[in-house]
Protein backbone atom coordinates (compact mmCIF):
# COMPACT_ATOMS: atom_id res chain seq x y z
CA UNK A 1 0.00 0.00 0.00
CA UNK A 2 1.37 3.40 -1.37
CA UNK A 3 1.59 5.85 2.01
CA UNK A 4 0.04 8.78 2.21
CA UNK A 5 3.38 10.61 2.94
CA UNK A 6 4.76 9.26 -0.68
CA UNK A 7 1.94 10.12 -2.50
CA UNK A 8 2.31 13.86 -0.96
CA UNK A 9 6.15 13.63 -2.04
CA UNK A 10 4.45 13.18 -5.56
CA UNK A 11 5.27 11.42 -8.78
CA UNK A 12 4.43 7.75 -7.30
CA UNK A 13 7.09 4.98 -7.62
CA UNK A 14 4.55 2.42 -6.91
CA UNK A 15 1.16 1.17 -8.51
CA UNK A 16 -1.60 1.00 -5.99
CA UNK A 17 -5.33 -0.50 -6.63
CA UNK A 18 -7.75 1.70 -8.30
CA UNK A 19 -10.97 2.31 -7.00
CA UNK A 20 -13.86 1.81 -9.27
CA UNK A 21 -14.38 4.54 -11.69
CA UNK A 22 -17.23 7.13 -11.89
CA UNK A 23 -18.90 6.63 -15.18
CA UNK A 24 -17.33 8.30 -17.91
CA UNK A 25 -18.64 11.21 -19.64
CA UNK A 26 -21.72 10.11 -21.96
CA UNK A 27 -21.56 12.08 -25.73
CA UNK A 28 -18.34 13.83 -24.83
CA UNK A 29 -16.53 12.05 -27.76
CA UNK A 30 -17.82 12.91 -31.37
CA UNK A 31 -17.33 16.68 -30.17
CA UNK A 32 -14.29 16.82 -28.50
CA UNK A 33 -11.91 17.40 -32.08
CA UNK A 34 -14.94 19.83 -33.43
CA UNK A 35 -16.00 23.11 -33.14
CA UNK A 36 -12.02 24.18 -33.64
CA UNK A 37 -13.36 26.82 -35.90
CA UNK A 38 -11.00 25.50 -38.77
CA UNK A 39 -10.66 28.04 -41.85
CA UNK A 40 -13.15 28.97 -44.11
CA UNK A 41 -11.88 30.53 -47.51
CA UNK A 42 -13.96 31.85 -50.44
CA UNK A 43 -14.24 33.08 -54.16
CA UNK A 44 -17.37 34.73 -54.86
CA UNK A 45 -19.12 34.25 -58.30
CA UNK A 46 -17.72 37.81 -59.51
CA UNK A 47 -14.08 36.46 -59.94
CA UNK A 48 -15.29 33.82 -62.13
CA UNK A 49 -12.98 34.29 -65.62
CA UNK A 50 -14.39 33.22 -69.15
CA UNK A 51 -12.04 32.78 -71.81
CA UNK A 52 -12.74 31.85 -75.42
CA UNK A 53 -15.76 32.20 -78.15
CA UNK A 54 -18.09 34.64 -78.11
CA UNK A 55 -18.63 34.66 -74.41
CA UNK A 56 -15.31 35.23 -73.26
CA UNK A 57 -15.21 38.29 -76.07
CA UNK A 58 -17.10 40.10 -74.40
CA UNK A 59 -14.72 40.10 -70.92
CA UNK A 60 -17.52 39.51 -68.82
CA UNK A 61 -16.43 37.97 -65.25
CA UNK A 62 -19.13 36.17 -63.88
CA UNK A 63 -22.42 36.48 -62.46
CA UNK A 64 -23.67 38.62 -59.89
CA UNK A 65 -24.68 37.75 -56.44
CA UNK A 66 -23.66 35.15 -53.88
CA UNK A 67 -25.19 32.01 -55.73
CA UNK A 68 -25.11 29.82 -52.19
CA UNK A 69 -28.22 32.00 -51.29
CA UNK A 70 -29.67 31.28 -55.19
CA UNK A 71 -30.62 28.16 -54.47
CA UNK A 72 -31.19 25.03 -57.14
CA UNK A 73 -33.68 26.63 -58.27
CA UNK A 74 -32.87 27.57 -62.14
CA UNK A 75 -33.39 30.88 -63.57
CA UNK A 76 -34.82 32.71 -60.33
CA UNK A 77 -34.13 36.38 -59.46
CA UNK A 78 -32.73 39.46 -61.66
CA UNK A 79 -29.32 39.21 -60.44
CA UNK A 80 -28.99 35.57 -62.06
CA UNK A 81 -30.67 36.90 -65.41
CA UNK A 82 -28.75 39.60 -65.59
CA UNK A 83 -25.06 37.05 -65.10
CA UNK A 84 -26.92 35.44 -67.96
CA UNK A 85 -26.99 37.95 -70.24
CA UNK A 86 -23.51 38.43 -71.02
CA UNK A 87 -21.80 35.13 -69.61
CA UNK A 88 -24.13 31.77 -69.05
CA UNK A 89 -21.36 30.01 -66.79
CA UNK A 90 -20.26 31.26 -63.24
CA UNK A 91 -18.92 29.41 -60.14
CA UNK A 92 -18.77 30.04 -56.43
CA UNK A 93 -16.44 28.68 -54.48
CA UNK A 94 -16.72 27.86 -50.64
CA UNK A 95 -13.90 25.81 -49.00
CA UNK A 96 -13.31 25.10 -44.96
CA UNK A 97 -10.45 22.47 -43.32
CA UNK A 98 -10.99 21.68 -39.59
CA UNK A 99 -8.64 18.13 -40.22
CA UNK A 100 -5.02 18.90 -40.43
CA UNK A 101 -4.59 17.72 -44.43
CA UNK A 102 -7.76 18.24 -46.10
CA UNK A 103 -9.99 20.02 -47.94
CA UNK A 104 -13.82 20.29 -47.96
CA UNK A 105 -14.72 22.05 -51.18
CA UNK A 106 -17.92 23.29 -52.18
CA UNK A 107 -18.10 23.98 -55.72
CA UNK A 108 -21.35 25.79 -57.36
CA UNK A 109 -21.12 25.98 -61.31
CA UNK A 110 -24.48 28.29 -62.55
CA UNK A 111 -24.90 27.86 -65.87
CA UNK A 112 -28.69 28.56 -67.60
CA UNK A 113 -28.35 28.19 -71.58
CA UNK A 114 -25.28 26.42 -72.35
CA UNK A 115 -24.98 22.49 -73.58
CA UNK A 116 -23.30 20.24 -70.91
CA UNK A 117 -20.53 21.26 -69.09
CA UNK A 118 -17.22 19.28 -68.23
CA UNK A 119 -15.70 20.45 -64.79
CA UNK A 120 -12.33 19.91 -64.21
CA UNK A 121 -11.31 20.48 -60.09
CA UNK A 122 -7.57 21.28 -59.69
CA UNK A 123 -6.33 20.38 -56.22
CA UNK A 124 -3.14 22.39 -56.38
CA UNK A 125 -0.99 19.52 -56.23
CA UNK A 126 -1.23 18.00 -59.86
CA UNK A 127 -4.09 16.19 -59.59
CA UNK A 128 -7.67 16.41 -60.56
CA UNK A 129 -11.19 15.12 -60.53
CA UNK A 130 -13.92 15.69 -63.25
CA UNK A 131 -17.35 15.66 -62.80
CA UNK A 132 -20.20 16.88 -65.89
CA UNK A 133 -23.37 18.70 -65.86
CA UNK A 134 -25.83 18.09 -68.19
CA UNK A 135 -27.38 20.64 -70.50
CA UNK A 136 -30.27 22.47 -70.18
CA UNK A 137 -29.41 24.96 -67.55
CA UNK A 138 -28.99 24.22 -63.82
CA UNK A 139 -27.34 25.63 -60.43
CA UNK A 140 -25.11 22.86 -59.43
CA UNK A 141 -23.82 22.86 -56.06
CA UNK A 142 -21.61 19.57 -54.77
CA UNK A 143 -19.13 19.05 -51.98
CA UNK A 144 -15.71 16.96 -52.92
CA UNK A 145 -13.21 16.60 -50.36
CA UNK A 146 -8.59 16.54 -51.06
CA UNK A 147 -6.47 15.37 -48.94
CA UNK A 148 -2.95 16.80 -49.70
CA UNK A 149 0.11 14.28 -48.49
CA UNK A 150 2.36 17.51 -47.97
CA UNK A 151 1.19 20.30 -46.08
CA UNK A 152 1.22 23.97 -47.54
CA UNK A 153 -0.59 26.21 -49.45
CA UNK A 154 -2.36 25.32 -52.64
CA UNK A 155 -3.90 26.85 -55.79
CA UNK A 156 -7.37 25.15 -56.26
CA UNK A 157 -8.71 26.13 -59.18
CA UNK A 158 -12.39 24.95 -60.73
CA UNK A 159 -12.73 24.84 -64.78
CA UNK A 160 -16.18 24.47 -66.06
CA UNK A 161 -15.19 23.99 -70.02
CA UNK A 162 -18.28 24.72 -72.56
CA UNK A 163 -17.06 22.16 -75.70
CA UNK A 164 -20.09 23.45 -77.82
CA UNK A 165 -18.78 27.22 -78.14
CA UNK A 166 -15.30 26.70 -76.97
CA UNK A 167 -15.60 28.99 -73.61
CA UNK A 168 -13.94 28.16 -70.39
CA UNK A 169 -15.10 29.72 -67.22
CA UNK A 170 -12.54 29.49 -64.04
CA UNK A 171 -12.66 30.48 -60.36
CA UNK A 172 -9.94 29.64 -57.79
CA UNK A 173 -8.90 30.36 -54.57
CA UNK A 174 -5.61 29.87 -52.27
CA UNK A 175 -6.08 27.30 -49.59
CA UNK A 176 -3.59 26.55 -46.71
CA UNK A 177 -3.85 23.21 -45.06
CA UNK A 178 -4.43 23.58 -41.28
CA UNK A 179 -2.31 21.01 -39.85
CA UNK A 180 1.14 22.14 -38.91
CA UNK A 181 4.47 20.42 -38.45
CA UNK A 182 7.01 20.74 -35.48
CA UNK A 183 10.53 22.50 -36.01
CA UNK A 184 12.54 22.57 -32.35
CA UNK A 185 14.10 25.58 -31.59
CA UNK A 186 16.89 25.56 -29.49
CA UNK A 187 15.86 27.28 -26.20
CA UNK A 188 15.32 31.10 -26.37
CA UNK A 189 14.19 33.83 -24.15
CA UNK A 190 11.47 35.70 -26.59
CA UNK A 191 9.67 37.84 -23.19
CA UNK A 192 11.16 38.98 -19.81
CA UNK A 193 9.16 41.79 -18.49
CA UNK A 194 12.44 42.41 -15.82
CA UNK A 195 14.39 42.99 -18.63
CA UNK A 196 12.19 44.76 -21.38
CA UNK A 197 12.97 41.48 -23.31
CA UNK A 198 10.26 41.12 -26.39
CA UNK A 199 7.96 43.82 -24.20
CA UNK A 200 9.10 47.22 -21.81
CA UNK A 201 10.48 46.68 -19.25
CA UNK A 202 7.80 47.18 -16.84
CA UNK A 203 5.69 44.76 -14.81
CA UNK A 204 2.32 43.78 -16.76
CA UNK A 205 -0.47 45.73 -14.97
CA UNK A 206 -3.95 44.05 -13.67
CA UNK A 207 -6.61 42.58 -15.88
CA UNK A 208 -3.96 43.75 -18.50
CA UNK A 209 -2.26 42.17 -21.28
CA UNK A 210 1.07 42.51 -23.28
CA UNK A 211 1.84 41.22 -26.87
CA UNK A 212 4.74 39.25 -28.05
CA UNK A 213 6.44 38.91 -31.49
CA UNK A 214 6.65 35.14 -32.16
CA UNK A 215 6.45 34.55 -36.15
CA UNK A 216 9.74 36.34 -37.45
CA UNK A 217 11.20 36.54 -34.09
CA UNK A 218 14.33 34.88 -32.92
CA UNK A 219 14.21 32.44 -36.15
CA UNK A 220 10.61 31.55 -36.04
CA UNK A 221 9.73 32.23 -39.63
CA UNK A 222 7.23 34.57 -40.31
CA UNK A 223 4.69 31.47 -41.77
CA UNK A 224 4.28 29.71 -38.39
CA UNK A 225 0.87 29.39 -36.94
CA UNK A 226 1.52 27.70 -33.70
CA UNK A 227 4.32 27.65 -31.22
CA UNK A 228 6.01 26.09 -28.02
CA UNK A 229 6.26 28.36 -25.15
CA UNK A 230 7.17 28.09 -21.46
CA UNK A 231 5.23 30.82 -19.85
CA UNK A 232 6.51 31.92 -16.55
CA UNK A 233 4.88 34.81 -14.34
CA UNK A 234 6.64 36.24 -11.41
CA UNK A 235 7.53 38.90 -8.46
CA UNK A 236 4.10 38.06 -7.74
CA UNK A 237 1.92 39.77 -5.04
CA UNK A 238 -1.41 38.47 -5.32
CA UNK A 239 -2.91 35.45 -6.68
CA UNK A 240 -4.59 34.99 -10.32
CA UNK A 241 -4.20 33.32 -13.50
CA UNK A 242 -2.37 34.10 -17.18
CA UNK A 243 -4.20 33.33 -20.58
CA UNK A 244 -2.30 32.88 -23.37
CA UNK A 245 -4.15 33.43 -26.97
CA UNK A 246 -3.73 34.07 -30.67
CA UNK A 247 -5.61 37.45 -30.07
CA UNK A 248 -5.72 40.56 -27.58
CA UNK A 249 -9.75 40.03 -27.70
CA UNK A 250 -9.34 36.63 -26.67
CA UNK A 251 -6.78 36.85 -23.97
CA UNK A 252 -8.58 39.49 -22.48
CA UNK A 253 -11.95 37.46 -22.59
CA UNK A 254 -10.22 33.99 -21.98
CA UNK A 255 -12.33 31.71 -19.69
CA UNK A 256 -9.51 29.35 -19.45
CA UNK A 257 -6.21 29.96 -18.03
CA UNK A 258 -2.59 28.69 -18.89
CA UNK A 259 -0.79 29.22 -15.46
CA UNK A 260 -2.21 29.98 -12.06
CA UNK A 261 -0.20 31.76 -9.26
CA UNK A 262 -0.73 32.81 -5.21
CA UNK A 263 1.21 35.93 -3.92
CA UNK A 264 5.19 35.36 -3.73
CA UNK A 265 5.01 31.99 -6.03
CA UNK A 266 6.78 31.83 -9.16
CA UNK A 267 4.74 29.28 -11.61
CA UNK A 268 5.85 28.54 -15.09
CA UNK A 269 3.74 26.40 -17.47
CA UNK A 270 3.98 24.77 -20.94
CA UNK A 271 1.50 26.70 -23.62
CA UNK A 272 1.26 25.27 -27.54
CA UNK A 273 -0.90 27.87 -28.71
CA UNK A 274 -1.81 29.31 -32.39
CA UNK A 275 -0.04 32.34 -33.37
CA UNK A 276 -2.37 35.62 -34.66
CA UNK A 277 -2.20 36.47 -38.32
CA UNK A 278 -0.01 39.87 -37.01
CA UNK A 279 2.47 36.82 -35.86
CA UNK A 280 1.85 37.94 -32.51
CA UNK A 281 0.70 35.56 -29.14
CA UNK A 282 -0.77 38.00 -26.14
CA UNK A 283 -0.27 37.17 -22.65
CA UNK A 284 -3.39 38.30 -20.20
CA UNK A 285 -2.52 38.84 -16.16
CA UNK A 286 -5.99 37.82 -14.87
CA UNK A 287 -4.89 38.86 -11.90
CA UNK A 288 -5.63 42.46 -9.32
CA UNK A 289 -2.06 43.03 -8.94
CA UNK A 290 1.11 43.51 -11.53
CA UNK A 291 3.29 40.75 -12.77
CA UNK A 292 6.40 40.02 -14.10
CA UNK A 293 6.20 37.47 -17.56
CA UNK A 294 8.97 35.08 -19.26
CA UNK A 295 8.34 33.06 -21.92
CA UNK A 296 10.56 31.07 -23.79
CA UNK A 297 10.27 29.65 -27.19
CA UNK A 298 11.48 25.61 -27.93
CA UNK A 299 9.56 25.27 -30.91
CA UNK A 300 7.37 26.33 -33.62
CA UNK A 301 4.71 25.08 -35.99
CA UNK A 302 3.73 25.45 -39.61
CA UNK A 303 2.22 24.12 -42.79
CA UNK A 304 4.93 22.81 -44.69
CA UNK A 305 7.33 19.47 -43.90
CA UNK A 306 8.82 19.13 -40.91
CA UNK A 307 8.66 16.71 -38.36
CA UNK A 308 5.39 15.28 -37.14
CA UNK A 309 3.82 13.99 -33.50
CA UNK A 310 4.45 10.43 -32.06
CA UNK A 311 2.31 9.89 -29.64
CA UNK A 312 3.50 7.46 -26.30
CA UNK A 313 2.09 6.77 -22.98
CA UNK A 314 3.52 8.51 -21.08
CA UNK A 315 6.89 6.20 -19.88
CA UNK A 316 8.99 7.13 -16.79
CA UNK A 317 12.71 7.58 -17.92
CA UNK A 318 14.28 9.20 -15.31
CA UNK A 319 14.32 8.79 -11.19
CA UNK A 320 16.96 10.24 -9.22
CA UNK A 321 15.83 8.72 -6.16
CA UNK A 322 15.92 4.77 -7.61
CA UNK A 323 18.96 5.82 -10.11
CA UNK A 324 16.39 5.18 -13.06
CA UNK A 325 18.51 6.73 -15.53
CA UNK A 326 21.01 8.37 -14.16
CA UNK A 327 22.80 8.20 -10.98
CA UNK A 328 21.14 7.16 -8.07
CA UNK A 329 20.87 10.41 -5.77
CA UNK A 330 19.94 14.34 -5.99
CA UNK A 331 21.59 16.09 -8.88
CA UNK A 332 23.82 18.52 -6.64
CA UNK A 333 23.60 21.97 -6.84
CA UNK A 334 24.08 23.84 -10.50
CA UNK A 335 24.88 20.20 -11.61
CA UNK A 336 23.98 18.72 -14.67
CA UNK A 337 23.13 15.18 -16.06
CA UNK A 338 22.79 13.45 -19.39
CA UNK A 339 19.48 11.38 -20.55
CA UNK A 340 19.68 9.19 -23.68
CA UNK A 341 16.44 9.42 -25.15
CA UNK A 342 16.50 8.88 -28.83
CA UNK A 343 16.57 5.10 -29.25
CA UNK A 344 14.86 4.63 -25.49
CA UNK A 345 10.95 4.41 -24.49
CA UNK A 346 10.19 4.24 -27.87
CA UNK A 347 11.23 7.54 -28.99
CA UNK A 348 13.21 6.71 -32.11
CA UNK A 349 16.55 7.12 -33.30
CA UNK A 350 15.57 9.85 -35.62
CA UNK A 351 13.56 12.03 -33.46
CA UNK A 352 14.53 15.55 -33.53
CA UNK A 353 12.71 16.51 -30.11
CA UNK A 354 10.76 15.18 -27.10
CA UNK A 355 8.25 15.92 -25.06
CA UNK A 356 8.44 15.19 -21.40
CA UNK A 357 6.97 15.66 -17.86
CA UNK A 358 10.17 17.39 -15.96
CA UNK A 359 9.23 16.94 -11.97
CA UNK A 360 11.75 18.26 -9.22
CA UNK A 361 10.74 17.22 -5.83
CA UNK A 362 12.76 16.89 -2.88
CA UNK A 363 14.47 20.19 -2.80
CA UNK A 364 16.62 21.67 -0.24
CA UNK A 365 16.05 25.17 -1.47
CA UNK A 366 14.99 27.07 -4.22
CA UNK A 367 15.88 26.88 -7.63
CA UNK A 368 14.97 26.03 -11.07
CA UNK A 369 15.69 22.61 -13.64
CA UNK A 370 16.20 23.67 -17.42
CA UNK A 371 16.23 20.75 -20.16
CA UNK A 372 18.04 21.48 -23.26
CA UNK A 373 19.63 19.55 -26.38
CA UNK A 374 22.87 17.90 -25.72
CA UNK A 375 25.68 19.76 -27.33
CA UNK A 376 24.92 23.24 -26.35
CA UNK A 377 25.46 24.99 -23.50
CA UNK A 378 22.63 25.33 -21.00
CA UNK A 379 20.50 28.22 -22.22
CA UNK A 380 19.56 31.15 -19.62
CA UNK A 381 15.83 29.73 -19.71
CA UNK A 382 13.82 27.61 -17.30
CA UNK A 383 11.40 25.04 -17.38
CA UNK A 384 10.57 24.21 -13.55
CA UNK A 385 10.76 26.68 -10.85
CA UNK A 386 10.41 25.24 -7.23
CA UNK A 387 11.11 26.12 -3.27
CA UNK A 388 12.43 24.19 -0.62
CA UNK A 389 10.82 20.94 0.02
CA UNK A 390 8.23 21.26 -2.84
CA UNK A 391 7.12 18.78 -5.62
CA UNK A 392 6.14 20.69 -8.73
CA UNK A 393 6.21 19.37 -12.40
CA UNK A 394 6.22 21.49 -15.69
CA UNK A 395 5.76 19.72 -19.35
CA UNK A 396 8.89 20.48 -22.03
CA UNK A 397 9.43 20.00 -24.99
CA UNK A 398 13.31 19.51 -25.63
CA UNK A 399 15.15 19.40 -28.55
CA UNK A 400 17.24 16.46 -28.76
CA UNK A 401 21.28 16.40 -29.19
CA UNK A 402 23.29 15.06 -32.19
CA UNK A 403 23.91 12.14 -29.85
CA UNK A 404 20.24 11.03 -28.78
CA UNK A 405 20.35 12.84 -25.49
CA UNK A 406 18.73 16.06 -23.68
CA UNK A 407 20.36 17.38 -20.81
CA UNK A 408 18.91 18.67 -17.68
CA UNK A 409 20.54 21.05 -15.24
CA UNK A 410 19.96 21.99 -11.29
CA UNK A 411 19.77 25.89 -11.44
CA UNK A 412 19.51 25.86 -7.81
CA UNK A 413 22.59 26.07 -5.35
CA UNK A 414 21.38 22.86 -3.36
CA UNK A 415 20.80 19.39 -4.35
CA UNK A 416 17.33 17.75 -5.51
CA UNK A 417 15.90 14.78 -7.25
CA UNK A 418 14.42 15.32 -10.39
CA UNK A 419 12.16 12.47 -12.41
CA UNK A 420 11.01 12.34 -15.90
CA UNK A 421 8.32 11.40 -17.51
CA UNK A 422 8.51 10.83 -21.69
CA UNK A 423 4.72 11.51 -23.47
CA UNK A 424 5.62 11.68 -26.96
CA UNK A 425 8.38 12.83 -29.62
CA UNK A 426 8.55 14.46 -33.17
CA UNK A 427 10.20 12.89 -36.45
CA UNK A 428 10.50 13.46 -40.02
CA UNK A 429 8.51 10.40 -40.50
CA UNK A 430 5.61 10.66 -38.86
CA UNK A 431 2.94 12.70 -40.48
CA UNK A 432 0.84 13.33 -37.52
CA UNK A 433 0.06 17.06 -37.68
CA UNK A 434 -0.89 19.75 -34.89
CA UNK A 435 -4.33 21.15 -35.08
CA UNK A 436 -4.43 23.80 -32.60
CA UNK A 437 -7.90 24.68 -31.65
CA UNK A 438 -7.82 28.38 -31.96
CA UNK A 439 -9.43 29.03 -28.64
CA UNK A 440 -9.05 26.79 -25.81
CA UNK A 441 -12.49 24.87 -24.97
CA UNK A 442 -13.55 23.23 -21.62
CA UNK A 443 -13.68 19.58 -21.65
CA UNK A 444 -14.67 19.23 -18.06
CA UNK A 445 -15.02 21.50 -14.86
CA UNK A 446 -15.94 19.23 -11.57
CA UNK A 447 -17.29 22.34 -9.74
CA UNK A 448 -20.19 22.40 -12.20
CA UNK A 449 -22.67 20.04 -14.67
CA UNK A 450 -20.55 19.83 -17.97
CA UNK A 451 -21.58 19.44 -20.81
CA UNK A 452 -19.94 16.07 -21.22
CA UNK A 453 -22.46 14.52 -18.37
CA UNK A 454 -20.50 15.20 -15.99
CA UNK A 455 -22.68 16.06 -12.08
CA UNK A 456 -21.02 18.71 -10.08
CA UNK A 457 -18.73 17.59 -7.31
CA UNK A 458 -14.93 16.67 -6.97
CA UNK A 459 -13.21 13.80 -8.38
CA UNK A 460 -12.98 11.43 -5.54
CA UNK A 461 -9.40 10.59 -4.03
CA UNK A 462 -7.38 7.56 -5.52
CA UNK A 463 -9.92 7.04 -8.62
CA UNK A 464 -9.99 7.78 -12.04
CA UNK A 465 -12.11 9.48 -14.61
CA UNK A 466 -12.57 8.10 -18.18
CA UNK A 467 -13.05 10.71 -20.98
CA UNK A 468 -14.62 9.84 -24.15
CA UNK A 469 -13.08 12.35 -26.71
CA UNK A 470 -13.98 10.26 -29.43
CA UNK A 471 -16.85 8.24 -30.93
CA UNK A 472 -17.59 4.41 -29.75
CA UNK A 473 -14.61 3.62 -32.26
CA UNK A 474 -12.01 1.17 -33.05
CA UNK A 475 -10.00 3.49 -35.36
CA UNK A 476 -9.64 6.77 -33.46
CA UNK A 477 -8.78 9.94 -35.77
CA UNK A 478 -6.76 11.93 -33.67
CA UNK A 479 -3.50 10.38 -32.98
CA UNK A 480 -2.80 12.83 -29.71
CA UNK A 481 -4.19 15.56 -27.56
CA UNK A 482 -3.19 18.53 -25.85
CA UNK A 483 -5.36 19.42 -23.15
CA UNK A 484 -4.54 21.76 -19.99
CA UNK A 485 -5.62 20.33 -16.62
CA UNK A 486 -5.98 22.33 -13.53
CA UNK A 487 -6.82 20.68 -10.34
CA UNK A 488 -8.07 23.33 -7.75
CA UNK A 489 -9.80 23.42 -3.86
CA UNK A 490 -7.05 21.05 -3.16
CA UNK A 491 -7.83 19.24 -0.05
CA UNK A 492 -4.45 17.69 0.59
CA UNK A 493 -1.38 16.57 -1.16
CA UNK A 494 -1.44 14.53 -4.40
CA UNK A 495 -0.79 14.58 -7.79
CA UNK A 496 -2.38 14.11 -11.45
CA UNK A 497 -1.87 11.63 -14.17
CA UNK A 498 -3.23 11.37 -17.79
CA UNK A 499 -2.76 7.96 -19.73
CA UNK A 500 -5.20 6.15 -22.47
CA UNK A 501 -8.22 4.15 -21.47
CA UNK A 502 -7.78 0.34 -22.68
CA UNK A 503 -11.86 0.26 -22.83
CA UNK A 504 -14.05 0.95 -25.60
CA UNK A 505 -17.52 3.37 -24.61
CA UNK A 506 -19.53 0.36 -25.02
CA UNK A 507 -17.20 -1.76 -22.36
CA UNK A 508 -18.38 1.04 -19.67
CA UNK A 509 -21.98 1.08 -20.94
CA UNK A 510 -22.25 -3.06 -20.33
CA UNK A 511 -20.69 -2.74 -17.62
CA UNK A 512 -17.39 -5.03 -18.97
CA UNK A 513 -14.50 -2.42 -18.82
CA UNK A 514 -12.03 -3.56 -17.15
CA UNK A 515 -9.97 -1.50 -14.55
CA UNK A 516 -7.01 0.37 -15.99
CA UNK A 517 -3.82 -0.57 -13.68
CA UNK A 518 -2.57 3.17 -12.30
CA UNK A 519 -0.04 4.60 -13.78
CA UNK A 520 3.42 5.80 -11.90
CA UNK A 521 4.12 8.98 -14.11
CA UNK A 522 2.64 12.43 -13.27
CA UNK A 523 1.52 15.43 -15.44
CA UNK A 524 1.36 17.93 -12.02
CA UNK A 525 1.81 17.87 -8.03
CA UNK A 526 -0.43 19.60 -5.75
CA UNK A 527 -0.33 20.22 -2.02
CA UNK A 528 -3.35 21.21 0.27
CA UNK A 529 -5.31 24.63 -1.15
CA UNK A 530 -3.70 25.21 -4.26
CA UNK A 531 -4.45 25.81 -7.41
CA UNK A 532 -2.20 24.05 -9.91
CA UNK A 533 -2.09 23.30 -14.01
CA UNK A 534 0.22 21.92 -16.18
CA UNK A 535 -0.22 20.81 -20.17
CA UNK A 536 -1.10 17.11 -20.78
CA UNK A 537 -0.27 15.70 -24.42
CA UNK A 538 -1.16 11.96 -24.59
CA UNK A 539 -3.22 9.73 -27.20
CA UNK A 540 -6.24 8.14 -26.79
CA UNK A 541 -6.91 4.64 -25.96
CA UNK A 542 -7.82 2.01 -28.98
CA UNK A 543 -11.29 3.81 -28.43
CA UNK A 544 -10.27 7.18 -28.38
CA UNK A 545 -10.83 7.86 -23.96
CA UNK A 546 -8.31 9.10 -21.64
CA UNK A 547 -8.31 8.21 -18.02
CA UNK A 548 -8.01 11.39 -15.26
CA UNK A 549 -6.29 9.99 -12.33
CA UNK A 550 -6.77 11.95 -8.71
CA UNK A 551 -3.40 10.30 -7.39
CA UNK A 552 -4.06 11.85 -3.95
CA UNK A 553 -6.15 10.52 -0.57
CA UNK A 554 -8.08 13.74 -0.28
CA UNK A 555 -10.92 14.70 -3.12
CA UNK A 556 -9.82 17.25 -5.46
CA UNK A 557 -11.77 19.55 -8.14
CA UNK A 558 -10.87 19.27 -11.62
CA UNK A 559 -10.90 21.22 -15.01
CA UNK A 560 -9.55 19.76 -18.22
CA UNK A 561 -9.16 22.72 -21.41
CA UNK A 562 -8.79 21.02 -24.88
CA UNK A 563 -5.85 23.12 -26.63
CA UNK A 564 -5.14 20.89 -30.18
CA UNK A 565 -4.60 17.80 -31.16
CA UNK A 566 -2.51 16.01 -33.62
CA UNK A 567 -3.71 14.25 -36.61
CA UNK A 568 -2.91 12.17 -40.26
CA UNK A 569 -5.48 13.27 -42.28
Known amino acids: MISA ?3 AAGV ?86 DGARSIELRSHVIDFDAPALDVVVSWGDGTTDTYSLPAGGASDARDLKHRYSVLGTYDVKVTAKNAADGTEAVNELKFTTKGAEFTAHEPTRLLDT ?3 VGAAKAKVGPRSSVALKVAGAAKVPAGATAVALNVTVTNTTGAGHVSVQSTKDRAEGAE ?52 GWGALNPTRVVDTREGLGTAKGQV ?47 PATSNVNFTAGQTVANSAVVPIGPDGKINVRNGGWDPADVVVDV ?77 PDPNFWSDYVNGTAVTPQRPVSSVLNWTKGTTVANVAQTPGGKGGMIDLWNQGWEDTHLLVDLLAYYKTD
Not at 88 to 94: A, E, M, R
Not at 279 to 287: E, I, T
Open 256 to 307: TSNVNFAAGQTVPNLVIEAIGEDGYVHLFNGGWEPVDLIADVTGYFAPAHAN
Open 5 to 7: ALV
Open 423 to 499: VGYYTPESRSALVAHGIPFRLLDTRKDSWGGWKAGPLKARTHFPMRLEGDTTHPDVDGWVLNTTVTDTRGNGFLSVT
Open 194 to 196: RAG
Open 332 to 378: PGQGTFGVEIAGRAGVPKGATAVAVNLTATNPRSAGHLTAYPSGKAA
Open 12 to 97: GLVPGIAQAAPAPAPGAGPYAARGTGGTTYSSPAERTVVTGGAQGARGRQGAQGAPERQGAQGKQGAQERQGAQDSSTSIYLTAHT
